[in-house]
Nanobody, 124 residues
Framework: QVQFVESGGGSVQAGGSLRLSCEVSRDIGRSYCLGWFRQAPGKGREGVAD????????LYGDFAKGRFTLSQHTDKYTYFLQMNNLTPEDTGIYYC?????????????????WGQGTQVTVSP
């Protein structure tokens, strides 16, 4: 069973920054996509960013471009989501997810394994 350890959520004022981390268990294998998604209260889950371990472009949701950065630790099983210039609209639960293989459009339907999520709250 693929498992995740997510951390880094919390509360911050608008304009502030947070750094989320996600460690995925090694039984995911070596070829997979890792994604971050978020869900605001009363809304559906939306894609923040994802990356394929085999290389290629990191995909970002439009709202994340220029503010959020997804990076990978050298161990290739730990990931970071640096979020800058946060606004109250970024409030929600942020989830780490994974899918085996290299096909990973930034859509929740693509991903098979999900973490528990970490809360991010941005106050005005």
């Amino acid at each position: 069973q693929v498992q995740f350890v997510e951390s880094g959520g919390g509360s911050v004022q608008a304009g502030g920054s947070l750094r989320l981390s996600c460690e995925v268990s090694r039984d995911i294998g070596r070829s997979y996509c890792l994604g971050w998604f978020r869900q605001a209260p009363g809304k559906g889950r939306e894609g923040v960013a994802d990356i394929y371990t085999g290389g290629g472009e990191i995909l970002y949701g439009d709202f994340a471009k220029g503010r959020f950065t997804l990076s990978q630790h050298t161990d290739k099983y730990t990931y970071f989501l640096q979020m800058n210039n946060l606004t109250p609209e970024d409030t929600g639960i942020y989830y780490c997810a994974a899918v085996r293989g290299g096909y990973c459009p930034l859509s929740p339907d693509t991903f098979d394994f999900w973490g528990q999520g970490t809360q991010v709250t941005v106050s005005p």
